[in-house]
């Protein structure tokens, strides 16, 4: 699943492309998208400028010039596809938006889970909580949040009310930097071992965001520590790292690095 990183390289390529542009046409093409879209609602589409294309967690939000947003959420394996609006659909295209200047952009997805939604003018955005790069993170306001949790502190690490971005990936990475077991009960993390997890977190998105090739690459090109490579041994103390499956997620870790 894109995480932060990657879905904040997706908005840096859409709003290169697309910020400033009018939208010619709207092209609605699986059944399931139109649950989330209409043709009628894609038609209010056609006509409107793209005036920003910003990120907020895991979404896109596309903010046209009569106030509404298009909210854009790649779920399990979206992305977007551009080029002249004169070229072939690319497979498992499922909406196609073409511009005033010949150019399209278009959502893929081989899972057809992604989703966009517009939002009419005023209505609330989507709910996350703050990002690992806010000043609101601290390990005191960290605490608070976990302090009434209840389990292992990685499957807690991907609610995105807790904290926008981060997903499986970059848990694992983010406790492997902090050496934090991913097993440890939340609420029994105190302020130390919270500074550490707050600086692993902003280790790991960072590095994505510099190092990390893309969310369906494959982890021993990614520059990713521990994700995806049970057996290999830990660039830190060289022990085998080892794969658990949590809340049906696997989640990587040194079992000799990360202690309880």
Known sequence: MPEQPEVERAAQRLRHAARGRLITSVSVRHPA????????VAGQLVGRRIEAVERRGKHQLLRLDDGAVLDVHFRMAGDWVMGPSSAPSPRHERV???????????LVDPRALATVVRLPAGADLPSVGPEVADLQLT??????????????????????????????????EALWH?????????????????????????????????TATRYTADPRTSGLSVYGRAGEPCSRCGRPIRRI??????TYFCSHCQRR
């Not at 991913?182 to 029994?188: I, K, M, W």
């Open 33 to 40: 998208q139109r649950r989330h879209l209409p043709d009628a």
């Open 96 to 106: 196609r938006w073409e511009l005033d200047d010949g150019s399209s952009f278009s």
């Open 139 to 172: 390990p005191t306001w960290l605490r608070q949040q976990l302090a009434s949790r209840r389990g292992a502190i990685k499957p807690i690490l991907l609610d995105q009310q807790l904290l926008a971005g981060v997903g499986n990936i970059y848990a694992s």
């Open 178 to 210: 902090a050496r934090i077991h991913p097993a440890v009960p939340a609420r029994s993390l105190g302020p130390t071992r919270l500074a550490r997890l707050i600086e692993g977190l902003r280790t790991a998105l960072l590095l994505g965001e510099t």
């Open 245 to 250: 499956v949590q809340a049906a997620r696997s």
